[in-house]
């Protein structure tokens, strides 16, 4: 059974930066990565995802803030978040998925306030 641990959550001011991590006890070549969140009453949305190849998609509300990367080598993936909003507090999962399979990590509290 594959985990993913998630690190690097915290409180940050508005327009700080924080950078979340990933990390995945087994291969995640061949696996779509993603960045998920989860604010109080609302639904889980998609965050960021990033292909084994490292093709990007983000949700509009990040683009131009936020960045996806990936280590295919190291069975990593990271988030750097950049000039941060309150409304970017949530709960952040990791995610790795293919057509058979998604697996989630335990979340990360991100909470933006001054």
């Known amino acids: 059974q594959v985990q993913l641990v998630e690190s690097g959550g915290g409180l940050v001011q508005p327009g700080g930066s924080l950078t979340l991590s990933c990390a995945v006890s087994g291969t995640i070549f061949g696996y779509v990565m993603g960045w998920y969140r989860q604010a109080p009453g609302k639904q889980r949305e998609l965050v960021a995802s990033?292909?084994?190849?490292?093709?990007?998609n983000y949700a509009d509300s990040v683009k131009g803030r936020f960045t996806i990367s990936r280590d295919n080598v190291k069975g990593t993936m990271s988030l750097q978040m950049n000039s941060l909003k309150p409304e970017d507090t949530a709960v952040y999962y990791c995610?790795?998925?293919?057509?058979?399979?998604?697996?989630w990590g335990q979340g990360t509290q991100v909470t933006v306030s001054s």
């Open positions: 990033i292909s084994t190849g490292g093709t990007t």
């Open positions: 995610n790795l998925r293919d057509s058979r399979r998604s697996e």
